[in-house]
């Protein structure tokens, strides 16, 4: 029998009334001949109550019983589904992540799935049970502990499900109706996707537009899952939804996707620092392992054997970033005249897998920029993505202008 995987998110079992209707859908699926897998989430809000609970309990808690604790939420939903599909006659039964077993390595807290066999599952499915209704965002360690698979992991197990059960596809049920070309509360003239490349969504998904957990994205690529991101709250609909697929599989795009944003950047430039071999390692190592995500990294030219070197990183990782460099510096590891951060900007960036055979993009962007007298401090291109760094307060000014320039409210 072909398989789906359907993943509900957190506002789509927020309450029995949303679970009935989630419910519903599954059993479309059913009465077409699938067999299901559903994966659900928390109901909306239940994550961070238990996140906020082991954070009073314990500031510096033990990352091994913050799992057992928040991946509770999943435990009820999964349960409650599946008593509302057996209410509607559907044979279905629920699992925890250790139950199926879903195998995950033991960092607690943002562990990585390392294999789901399939035996016990099949099992059951033979035996006639339709849906099998799965607790998301858990596994099982080594040492048989609980894990978590970090915020918003229930899109990751969704997607490991559907490449380890070759499934058909892998829908991922949520509250928006799908991908758009930028945030609709920014721009909107901004337009739902029909279809989308893994290496766009990718690149949106760690870009802001928070849709998909990056991991998700990175697995269906690697595994060519089929992924369908849809509303749960919308008439039900073959063709609904954003479908997230290989590049052969899009026939008609635009150069560019969409435009994405991080509104809460920090610019931190390290003024006049020896220009030597080993002087990047000597800056980004402590940075890394202060646990500060850079982003973007530009060194100036070198003038009498020193330069400066500019890097971004999330603003309310400034304060760490400091520390380690003025560490660093009290090591004697580098030397700096003076560390500057500027802490008001934000990131935009233009994306699509069209700019690979398509010149000009960067010159139009620049341009649509330049045309609202946007300054920009930084910039940084890759192979399908073009990010500049400006001042916060032109973020929304910078979307919708380019979102006008490459006419993104068309079909291209
Ligand atoms: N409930 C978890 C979270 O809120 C996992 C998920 O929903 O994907 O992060
Ligand atoms: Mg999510």
């Known amino acids: ?135 998301g965002f858990q596994g099982i360690s080594p040492e048989g502990r609980i894990t978590t698979l970090g915020r918003g992991g229930s899109d990751t ?24 070309t930028t945030d609709p509360r920014i721009e909107d003239k901004a337009r739902k996707l029909d279809r989308i490349a893994f290496e766009e969504m990718l690149e949106l998904a760690s870009l802001g537009a928070k849709v998909l957990q990056t991991r998700s ?43 994405a944003f991080v509104r809460d950047e920090a610019k931190m430039t390290l003024i006049s620092v020896a220009d030597r071999p080993g002087i990047a390692a000597a800056i980004f190592g402590p940075l890394s392992e202060a646990g500060v995500n850079v982003d973007m990294i530009v060194q100036n030219i070198s003038e009498e054997g020193r330069t400066d070197m500019t890097f971004s990183c999330p603003v309310n990782e400034v304060a760490r970033a400091e520390k380690a460099m003025a560490d660093a510096k009290a090591s004697g590891s580098i030397n700096y005249h003076d560390l500057v951060a500027d802490t008001d900007v934000a990131k935009v960036s233009v994306v699509g897998i069209g700019m690979r055979s398509h010149a000009g993009v960067a010159a139009k962007m620049f341009t649509a920029l330049q045309a609202e007298g946007v300054n920009i401090k ?21 979307v919708q202008a380019l979102h006008d320039a490459f006419e993104l409210d068309k079909v291209g």
């Open 1 to 135: 029998m072909p398989r789906l995987v359907m993943k509900f998110g957190g506002t789509s079992v927020a309450n029995p009334d949303r679970i009935r209707r989630a419910a519903k859908r599954v059993g479309v699926e059913v009465a077409k001949g699938y067999e299901v897998i559903v994966i659900v989430s928390a109901m909306s809000g239940k994550t961070n109550e238990l996140v906020g609970w082991v954070e009073d309990v314990s500031p510096l808690y033990d990352a091994r019983e913050y799992d057992a604790i928040v991946s509770s939420g999943e435990n009820v939903t999964a349960g409650l589904m599946a008593l509302t599909l057996q209410q509607m006659d559907v044979p279905a039964r629920s699992w925890q992540g250790w139950q199926v077993p879903l195998l995950t390595t033991d960092a607690h807290g943002s562990a990585r799935i390392e294999e789901i066999p399939t035996a016990n599952l099949d099992a059951k499915f033979a035996e006639g049970m339709k849906v099998a209704v799965v607790a």
């Open 157 to 180: 197990t969704a997607v490991a499900f559907a490449a380890a059960f070759e499934a058909e596809r892998c829908d991922i049920y949520t509250d928006v109706d799908g991908v758009y």
């Open 378 to 398: 930084v910039i940084t291109t890759s192979e399908i993505k073009i990010s500049v760094l400006i001042d916060r307060k032109y973020m929304e000014l910078a």
């Open 217 to 259: 994205v990175e697995l269906a690529m690697r595994y060519g899952v089929k992924l369908r991101v849809l509303s749960s709250f919308e008439e039900m609909d073959d063709n609904a939804g954003t479908l997230v697929c290989a590049e052969e599989d899009i026939v008609e795009s635009n150069v560019v996707a969409g435009v």
